[in-house]
């Protein structure tokens, strides 16, 4: 994969993806799709001893900052503590199943999603410098609930840019969507082929109960090996 364009193109085909490989989801990833491997491989050294990038590794983090830039993608800690990538055909999706976690937010959180309502795309320091209080991690909460979500980069005075975040209803119309659960359980079968209650938890930040009573409620195929049920699409 080359092109940002094909990078799109595969996301709207997966529905679903992680940046980077990780012991916690099936989730495809963006860097298998550019690098072919699921091995992860950072950085290499220069001649003059310096280290960069590995061509494929910088092309992942460029992409995941200009997906979302460019509308290609929802992408941000949504499911976990890791970069999810969501595709746009998902994104009601995601943002409906996500409803009890903003309902759960506290006064700071709104206070935090009102600043950026009201000023814009906003990074974490200039959060910080708008709500006392304010922190990465109340960021990444936000996150998980769909109300906020990466923006674009921003240039910083000294270090490397900085992701602004954005609110999530201001960058894609979301609309409460039946079967929601459904249908982000069924884009991760199709994706993994076979999986468990705890493997779809995984993917989508859910408890193993939730997980298996979505997949239970589905007309999927049912194999049971050493006494875990695995799921596959029929």
């Keep these: 994969m080359k092109t940002i364009r094909g990078a799109a193109a595969w996301l709207d085909r997966v529905g679903l993806a992680a940046l980077l490989p ?28 310096k280290l960069e990038f590995t061509p494929e590794m910088a092309r992942c983090w460029e992409w995941k900052d200009t997906l979302p830039a460019h509308g290609h993608a929802l992408v941000g800690k949504h499911f976990g503590g890791w970069a999810a990538l969501i595709a746009p055909r998902l994104i009601s999706e ?36 708008l709500v006392p209080g304010a922190e990465k991690k ?33 960058l894609w119309e979301v609309e409460v969507v039946d079967d929601a659960e459904a249908e982000l359980a069924r884009a991760v079968l199709a994706s993994s082929g076979e999986l468990s209650a705890a493997d779809l938890g995984g993917a989508l930040g859910w408890r193993v109960k939730r997980s298996r009573g979505v997949l239970d409620a589905l007309d999927l195929r049912v194999r049971v090996e050493d006494e875990v049920r695995l799921y596959s699409l029929v």
């Design 22 to 49: 990780g012991p916690e989801t099936v989730l495809p990833t963006l860097w298998e799709a550019v690098a072919g491997t699921r091995e992860v491989e950072w950085a290499v050294r220069r001649g003059d001893g």
């Design 94 to 129: 995601a943002w409906t199943v996500a409803a009890e976690r903003r309902a759960a937010l506290t006064d700071l959180h709104r206070e935090i999603a009102d600043a950026v309502r009201e000023n814009g795309a906003l990074t974490v320091p200039q959060l910080r410098a």
């Design 138 to 170: 109340h960021v990444d909460q936000l996150q998980r609930a769909l109300v906020l979500t990466n923006s674009h980069l921003v240039e910083q005075s000294q270090g490397w840019p900085a992701i602004a975040v954005d609110l999530v209803d201001e």
